[in-house]
């Protein structure tokens, strides 16, 4: 069940138009990876290549080192969710469930009637007079109740409330303790859904822009926070991503790593160095590429 | 040619067509029905199930055909399907529903052969028309499964030229749905085709002949359709 996918210098072209470009990387087996990219950035073009959608114009798309277009064997062992347009789809959501666990090897029917419990999903009701937030859960009970070796989640929370993205993210983390897989997370919520990722991606105008693990993301950069004019002064040469204030305390997010001598000054002056928002640094290393 | 993976598209999409086809028949038997009871227009004879429900049955197919592009294929790649296996299932499904679709209403055509001796019906029924053809029920039971498979891989032709490459072109796939349907005539309907310039008319000569035709000019429209769906990408 664990399973690894490898892109390797691919390129998507549509006519003159770049979707991706010379992008290599590899997404390690029985990790959450979360890709975030500004609208138009490429992820939806970069996730249909990896589940064989359409064929890369160069490079490579594959799954523990097999190619994955027009392969069975790979194929089977990747679902991809997406914003589907149901607006024409007047089979009733359970239908649609019977239909992938007819597909899908893996496919768990209880597991899969647990989460429509958990997500009040009404089965009987023809999918395209569903609201959009349960078109959305219905398309997760789908893509977790596959349990493919590979799922791809490109932004499927839309139209979903608070408490049914809680409740999704909650059973990505219960299901990939119990049945770990490669999971790819597609978001714009980067800070609602960053606690979830083991890697991160970040793209922009079809370029790969950062890759790696989310423990590393720490050392890109750092929030500091203290007595606004010490907090100035201190981060007065560094590349600054966000700053908030309140009465007199400040909180500036820098890019860049803080060496140990910097750190024992801020500790000095009383000041407190805390992790780097991935929002923050989502935001600023897009506007930096652009 | 098939795997089990083709086998499970093949017995989901024969099920979806079986569901489509029971709603189809049972209009087209209550019309048929209205009008042997009811507007049967006197005391000519008129025609039976199968004769009635030829021409229909042969539009269903080509919508069927013509859905086909928009409510498999994306389907099925999204549920890890290849394109190949997608490909051999839908045109294992299609051939089973063409039998279908060819039995149905030779069966229903049958019955009313042995009704219409028992005098239930107001008005004569030709339904004797089907079994004292040239070669009898089989040759028309050939000719009409032969049929319905080609008008339902033109929809499908059709179908894959939207989808694959726009309306623009798709109406080339039209106009070459037209060629098809101009060379299926000329086989299958003697004095009564469009392309009256070609010397003779192969049903009148020899009925192995145009069954043997209409299987080539089917396996060229297979043929077509796996290249056209290969490598198609998938719309989202």
Redesign the interface.
Known sequence: MMTAVQLNHVTLKFKKFKALEDISLTLEAGKIHGLIGRNGAGK?SLL?LI?????PTAGEVSVDGAFV????EK??????I?D?DYKEETEKAKKLIA??S???PHFDMGYAEHLIKRFKLPVDKPVNKLSKGMQSALNVVIGLASR?PVTIFDEAYLGMDAPAREIFYKEILIDQEEHPRTFILSTHLVSEMDYLFDHVIIIDQGRLVLNEPYETLEALGASVTGAAADVDAFTATMQRLNEQQLGGTKSVMVYGELGETKRQEAHALGLEIGPVSLQDLFIYLTEEAN | MTSIRSMKVATAVFKEMIRWSLWFFSILLAIHLIRVFWLNGGTAPIEGFFTFSQYSTSIFTLVLGIMTAYTFMGRHIQQGVSRRDSFFGISLAATGFALFLTVVPLAINGLQHLLAKASIFPVALDTAVVFESTAGAAAAAIGLFLNVLTYFFTGWLISIGYYRFRWIAGFGFIALSFIVFGLNDYLWKPGNYTLDWLPYEPFEMDFWLTVLGSVAMLLVLFLAMRLLTKRVPIKM
Do not use: D, G, V
């Not at chain 1, 589940?51 to 064929?55: G, L, V, Y």
């Not at chain 1, 277009?69 to 069975?72: A, K």
């Open positions: 939806t249909s589940a064989a959608f359409r064929e277009f027009e392969n069975p194929m089977e062992q990747i679902a991809f997406y589907k239909l992938a007819h597909y899908r493919a």
